[in-house]
C-alpha cells in the first residue's frame, strides 16, 4: 500500500471523524488543499442501484449553475450549415468525415463531442475509441442533436454528464479549490438534486449511501447523505 505524503497526512489529521454537512465539508477541502496548482473538487456518490440492471442505471447531464472553472475544448462532428451555426456558437474544433478519420488516427484532442444525428453512423464506428473515455456523443445526454447551438453553448457553460459505473457510483468534478464557498457549494447542491431526480423507479433500499468531497491531492471528506438518501 502507497504511503501517503506529508501534506496529505497533515490535511488528514484536520478532517474530525464524522460526517460534514456540505457547505462546512466544502469549506474543509479549500482549508485543507495544499497543491502548488488549482485542484479540482470533485463530488463522489455511492448509490443503492445494481448498474448491471439497465433499469437501474442512472445518467443524466446539469449545467453547473457556477461553472467549472476551465472552459471546455467542445468538438462538433457535422456537416453543412451545422457546421457554420457549431463555429458561431463558440465550438473550438469542427469538422465532418475527415474529422471522425483523424480521430481515428489517434486526434483526441478535445473534453465534449457533439454529433448531428446524421453523422452518427460514421461517429459510431468511433465507440471503441470514444467511449471508455466518456466522449461518446449520446441523444440522452444532449450530445446528438440538430440544436448544434445550445448544446455547443451549455456544454461551454459547465455541462457535465453523470453516470454510475459498475460498481455503483458517480464521480463528477464540481469546480475549483480557488472558487468561492458558495459556488462549490451550488454546483455541488445542483449535482445531488440531478442525481436523485434521477432515482430509477427500481432501486430499493437506501438510494444515496454515501457522498464524498475531495480535490486532486487531499484526502476526501464524508458528507451527511441523509438528506438525499431516501
Known sequence: MAKHGKKYRA?????????YQLDEGVAKIK??????FDETVELT???GVDPR?????VRGTIVLPNGLGKSKTVLVIAQGEKQREAEEAGA?????????????????????VIATPDMMRSVGALGKILGPRGLMPNPKTGTVTFD?????????????????DKTGVIHVGIGKVSFEQDKLVGNARALLDAVVKAKPSTAKGKYVKKVNVASTMSPGVLLDE???AK
Do not use: C, P
Open 92 to 112: 473550438d474544433i469542427v469538422g465532418g468525415e475527415e474529422m471522425v478519420a483523424r480521430i481515428r488516427e489517434g486526434f483526441l484532442d478535445f473534453d465534449a
Open 53 to 57: 440492471k439497465a433499469d437501474q442505471l
Open 11 to 19: 490535511a488528514l489529521e484536520k478532517i474530525e471523524d464524522r460526517k
Open 148 to 164: 448544434v447551438r445550445s448544446a455547443v453553448q451549455e456544454t461551454k457553460a459547465g455541462k457535465v454528464e453523470f453516470r454510475v
Open 31 to 36: 482549508e485543507i488543499a495544499a497543491a502548488k
Open 226 to 228: 441523509t438528506v438525499y
Open 45 to 47: 456518490m455511492w448509490l
